[in-house]
């Protein structure tokens, strides 16, 4: 029965299958769209929703500055009255808190320009733009993928779930991220580490997004990137300071903080189950903050990021494809072993897979290295349950996403420990 059931998943991992699902994926999401601009008035399409969604907060905030209120950027009261008056027709009680840099407002700024059905569209093609870059410039640096099947690896990372609906029709900046992390790849594997931070700086714009590769690259002594990543956060942190000035600039910090401690429980209403994180995944299945969920989340936590801290320590001394898995590793843990991370921010994992495929495809190991090694059906796990696990958490409080997400991380660290021998221990 289980090779039964191995040939059945096998048949549905053939390109051609493979390219049919991906292709009318995306024609359902470019259906989806063209109804919520045709039907979209003053807050709401026929889906219900906002034209955009999440980027209406990020559009008020621009505005915001726009105004010349730049005191009040973070001023809720404000921010809720704006929102409001962009979407009347929205339940009042529906709010979007801004809780991003100032310079993210700044830049966005120039949307506000526009009308804003023209503003959602701009960044809707920005915002693909940034994801589809991101994705080539993978494949660029991945010798082993197929390059006859690179529009097969772009329809497939443009029809994940936490991409499109998240993310770009979500109207979310996650697609930002993912370039940064692409870019810094991209140098990364060309020996430039300088390049390499200054691409990964741009993640400041949610720092979160660095929270575990951040120490790692200490533990990794990896000097050069990090005084890269140093020069972006200080030119962003010199544009937020023009943008706004000193005081708005550190009243960041408070918005962050007490943003961090609504996920944790209390504060802001938190929809928790649109959160993947190990963190969230506990509180949803715990039922609220505790003691105890913090131990256990703790404890958790420390097995992973030690094994991920012990291969960065040798970093110097491995090889390529050494280097290579343990990149593709952090990626595939960076949702997991964080405070809070949305579904929509997960789309590292699209990275974390090219980048694992390319390894194995070089490898050559066996006849089917992505079905033998099981990252094919990882991938196919993860992007499956995608789909469902949100109502699913909401009803039961299980993120099955989010044990995807484990089991792919733990899959990586196994497939890593076979080039130990590539990273000699440090004298």
């Known amino acids: 029965m289980g090779t039964a059931l191995r040939r059945a998943i096998d048949s549905r991992l053939q390109p051609v299958y493979l390219r049919l699902i991906s292709a009318a994926v995306l024609v359902v999401g470019g259906v989806l769209l063209c109804v919520s601009f045709a039907t979209s008035d003053r807050g709401q399409t026929a889906f ?24 009040q950027l973070y001023d809720r009261a404000l921010h809720d009255q704006l929102y409001h008056e962009l979407l009347p027709k929205l339940d009042p009680h529906d709010s979007i808190p801004y809780v991003h ?8 700024r120039p949307l506000t320009w526009c009308a804003y059905e023209v503003a959602v569209a701009i960044w ?30 772009m329809l497939l990372a443009l029809s994940f779930e936490p991409f499109l609906m998240e993310c770009w029709l979500g109207g979310q900046l996650s697609s930002a991220g993912f370039f940064s992390y692409a870019l810094a790849w991209y140098f990364l594997s060309r020996n430039r580490p300088m390049a390499s931070g200054m691409a990964l700086g ?20 990896r000097w050069r990137m990090l005084l890269g990543m140093t020069i972006t956060g200080v030119l962003l942190a010199g544009l937020s300071l023009a943008l706004v000035g000193w005081d708005v600039s550190v009243g960041y ?12 429980g209390g504060g802001l209403p938190i929809l928790t189950w649109k959160y993947v994180d190990l963190n969230n995944a506990l509180r949803s299945l715990w039922g609220g903050q505790s003691l105890a969920r913090t131990a256990v989340f ?21 090889e390529a494809p050494s280097r290579q898995w343990l990149w593709a590793a952090t990626l595939a843990w960076l949702p997991i072993l964080n405070l809070y991370v949305g579904i929509y921010d997960s789309i590292f994992v699209v990275q974390s ?19 033998n090694s099981g990252l094919a059906y990882w991938a196919m796990a993860i992007a499956a349950s995608s789909w469902f696990s949100q109502p699913l958490a909401r009803i039961s409080g299980v993120q099955v996403y989010s044990l995807a997400l484990i089991g792919l991380g733990l899959l990586e660290l196994r497939l890593t420990d076979r080039t130990r021998g590539d990273c000699p221990s440090q004298p």
């Open 298 to 318: 703790g404890m958790l936590a420390l097995a992973p990021f030690a094994w991920l801290a012990r291969a960065w320590w040798r970093w110097d001394s491995c």
């Open 48 to 71: 219900g929703q906002p034209l955009g969604n999440d980027f209406a907060g990020f559009f008020v905030a621009a505005q915001i500055l726009d105004r010349g209120q730049t005191n």
């Open 202 to 221: 741009l993640s400041f714009y949610k720092p979160t997004l660095l929270l575990l590769l951040l120490p790692l690259l200490v533990i990794g002594r």
């Open 101 to 108: 840099p100032p310079f993210v407002a700044g830049v966005l």
């Open 353 to 371: 897979v090219l980048l694992a495929a390319d390894v194995l495809l070089r490898e050559r190991r066996s006849e089917t290295p992505l079905t």
């Open 124 to 153: 809707l093609m920005i915002s693909l733009s940034l994801f589809i870059v991101g994705v080539w410039l993978l494949v660029r640096s991945s010798s082993g993928l197929p390059r006859e099947q690179t529009g097969l690896v």
């Open 253 to 264: 910090l408070d918005v962050l903080l007490n943003f961090r401690k609504s996920t944790s």
